[in-house]
């Protein structure tokens, strides 16, 4: 069954040296393990969206979950704001390089039927006394793969152990046969 906990797992792997965030990249509850260097990547899949492929038949999903990765970069301050210029071409970076790692890359590409979407958006910011200029990227990127009747409620069954067989012969009468007893 194909997850969106499987997919941010894959996708922390394809960015994780492939952009200027180097190793710098976490997913829920890495984060501690930050060193406070910068730029880094926070990767959640948090949202996932499921349309059903009809009333008849077995249950079955086009399920798309959003991959959201958070790019942050920190720049000192410099005069005429070339700082939070810097900031901003970090961004830019981050953004194309975070997509180009994602999108296509191979372990993905096996569990998904298509990317329908990514979006992104920037921000950057400082106070006018401090020291640094912050800015952050937040790309987005759908991956929609299925989920059918088997990646739900699975019916308990009764582990095969044992079976008899008896041998009929043409005239009716049974014969002694075999009891096959499985392996556990």
């Not at 406070?36 to 009809?54: R, W």
Request: hydrophobic share 40%; glycine share 8%.
């Amino acid at each position: 069954m194909t997850t969106s906990a499987q997919l941010r797992a894959i996708a922390v792997e394809a960015l994780t040296g492939t952009t200027i965030a180097g190793a710098n990249v976490f997913s829920p509850r890495d984060i501690p393990s930050w060193d406070q260097s910068y730029p880094m990547l926070i990767v959640t899949a948090g949202d996932e969206d499921g349309d059903g492929l009809g009333r008849n038949g077995p249950p079955q999903f086009n399920v798309t979950s959003t991959l959201k990765v958070v790019g942050r970069v920190e720049r000192e301050a410099e005069n005429d704001d070339v700082g939070a210029a810097l900031c901003y071409v970090d961004l830019e970076t981050i953004r194309d390089q975070v997509k180009s790692a994602v999108i296509n890359y191979p372990a993905l590409m096996t569990l998904l039927q298509q990317y329908p979407f990514f979006r992104s958006r920037m921000e950057v910011g400082g106070k006018e006394d401090s020291a640094f200029h912050q800015g952050q990227v937040v790309i987005e990127i759908g991956m929609e793969f299925f989920q059918g009747p088997d990646d739900f409620y699975q019916a308990p069954t009764v582990a095969f152990e044992e079976t008899d067989v008896v041998l009929t012969v043409a005239d009716g009468t049974p014969q002694p046969g075999a009891v096959i007893t499985l392996p556990q």
